[in-house]
T-cell receptor
Framework: GENVEQHPSTLSVQEGDSAVIKCTYS??????FPWYKQELGKGPQLIID?????GEKKDQRIAVTLNKTAKHFSLHITETQPEDSAVYFC???????????FGAGTTVTVRA | NAGVTQTPKFQVLKTGQSMTLQCAQD?????MSWYRQDPGMGLRLIHY???????DQGEVPNGYNVSRSTTEDFPLRLLSAAPSQTSVYFC??????????????FGPGTRLTVL
């Protein structure tokens, strides 16, 4: 099955700086890569996703890059704000396959 | 739309007790899933369903049963609770093949403690 590794496990950044979280996956058949944000006491919420036919996708301060050859993808958050503090999960699956495989999560803390 | 709802929010069980975690969605989604979240391990898929009457096992199915008699509901049953099942449980749903997006929507979770 798919194995997703996520680094780092914790990340502390100064407000206004950038944060980068990296994930690698093992199954070359995976072609859908979502990122979820989980705030304390809540369920994960999708913040951005990318498919294997695209190398980069941006949504305001959030961007995701994908390197299919190397089997890794990254989340970039620019101009971090205190409300970005949360746990972030990467995941991988095949199109319309419900079996999402998640990374272990990264706890991001934005210092004021 | 209420989205994905889960009950109860918290539950404490004794070893050997049984219970059902409830999950419902009002978005007419085809796919529904159950995940468990343990510290340092992300979310792991327990069981999933691609439509009413169809269920299948995920990565960690042992000790859990599911059924899907309607599109809206997908309950998770613990037949004989064990301390290893102490976890936070999340239900999720998505459009499946009937939609043009793979986005999964998660419920707020049920925190289960087995003593």
């Amino acid at each position: 099955g798919e194995n997703v590794e996520q680094h780092p496990s914790t990340l502390s950044v100064q407000e206004g700086d950038s944060a980068v979280i990296k994930c690698t996956y093992s199954d070359s058949a995976s072609n859908y890569f979502p990122w979820y944000k989980q705030e304390l006491g809540k369920g994960p919420q999708l913040i951005i996703d990318i498919r294997s036919n695209v190398g980069e996708k941006k949504d305001q301060r959030i961007a995701v890059t994908l390197n299919k050859t190397a089997k890794h993808f990254s989340l970039h958050i620019t101009e971090t704000q205190p409300e970005d503090s949360a746990v972030y999960f990467c995941a991988a699956s095949q199109n319309h396959d419900y079996k999402l495989s998640f990374g272990a999560g990264t706890t991001v803390t934005v210092r004021a | 739309n209420a989205g994905v709802t889960q009950t109860p929010k918290f539950q404490v069980l004794k070893t050997g007790q049984s219970m059902t975690l409830q999950c419902a969605q009002d978005m007419n989604h085809e796919y529904m899933s159950w995940y468990r979240q343990d510290p340092g391990m992300g979310l792991r898929l327990i069981h999933y369903s691609v439509g009413a009457g169809i269920t299948d096992q995920g990565e960690v199915p042992n000790g859990y049963n599911v059924s899907r008699s309607t599109t809206e509901d997908f309950p998770l049953r613990l037949l004989s609770a064990a301390p290893s099942q102490t976890s936070v449980y999340f239900c999720a749903s998505s459009y499946g093949t009937s939609g043009n997006t793979d986005t999964q929507y998660f419920g707020p979770g049920t925190r289960l403690t087995v003593l």
